[in-house]
């Protein structure tokens, strides 16, 4: 079971996250010089993205050092509204000393999603050098209401794909194409992090953590590190099925 953190409310949480970021940060960048991280889309990430533009931890991180990476992007262009880019955009990285070189966008505003996976694919591997298992020092992820994470949904293609790094991945639920790393990929990273928020999350989240192995109806539960760490960060209102909470 990896490790579980239960806090008080979203804001506690946030801080918590930041200050993970932060000492991942630090730490890559003490032992290499640089900290690739994979940011996560949808609302429950902002809280942390804008604690980590303001003091103190905007003076306290080597930003100049961080490579920005998504690890999904629904095909939209970035300047959309449910761009997973312009979030992190107008939360955090319009308020730090970055330059474009170090944010690494996925195109979803190209009209074919899957050359816009393999193009992103290309990306990482041109900042990660040769090697044939990119290794993210950080990957933040959330969970949805149906069990998925990233644009890995219940039933979808992508969640059988092992060799790819990226793909396009169709979503019949929304009739739409998503971008989306794949579960291969996350899975080699050093450190991953879940935030888990609000009691729509409270079913899925028990059933991915204490359920029956069902990958393909919960596909989060694809998310078993082999070697790095694996964090879940969760709000009582997401935690209020967990068995934990609930025994004397």
């Not at 994979?38 to 303001?54: D, E, F, N």
């Not at 879940?194 to 079913?203: I, P, R």
């Not at 989240?205 to 990958?215: F, K, Q, S």
């Not at 078993?224 to 004397?248: M, T």
Request: glycine share 6%; net charge negative; proline share 8%.
């Amino acid at each position: 079971m990896p490790p579980i953190q239960i806090f008080l409310d979203p804001q506690s949480l946030a801080h918590a996250a930041a200050a993970l970021f932060q000492e991942k940060a630090a730490n890559a960048i003490a032992q290499r010089g640089v900290f690739t991280v994979a940011l996560a889309g949808g609302s429950t990430p902002r809280m942390t993205y804008s604690l980590l533009a303001a003091e103190p931890y905007r003076s306290h991180i080597e930003w100049a050092k961080i490579h920005f990476f998504w690890g999904d992007e629904r095909c939209v262009p970035p300047d959309h509204p449910d761009s997973n880019y312009r979030m992190a955009l107008d939360a955090l990285l319009s308020h730090i000393p970055v330059v474009p070189g170090q944010v690494h966008r996925m195109q979803g505003e190209n009209p074919d999603a899957a050359r816009a996976a393999a193009a992103y694919e290309i990306e990482i591997r041109a900042v990660f050098g040769a090697v044939d298992l990119p290794k993210f020092d950080l990957v933040l992820l959330g969970l949805g209401p149906d069990g998925h994470t990233l644009s890995l949904f219940p039933g979808t293609a992508a969640l059988g794909e092992h060799k790819a790094l990226v793909v396009a991945n169709w979503v019949e639920k929304f009739k739409t194409w998503r971008i989306t790393m794949t579960a291969r990929l996350v899975n080699h990273a050093a450190c991953i992090l879940f935030q888990v928020e609000g009691e729509d999350k409270a079913s899925p989240l028990r059933e991915v953590l204490y359920g029956a192995h069902e990958p393909g109806k919960y596909p989060a539960q694809l998310t078993r590190p082999a070697k790095g760490e694996c964090y879940w960060f969760i709000d009582q209102r997401a935690a209020a099925l967990l068995p934990a909470l609930n025994e004397p």
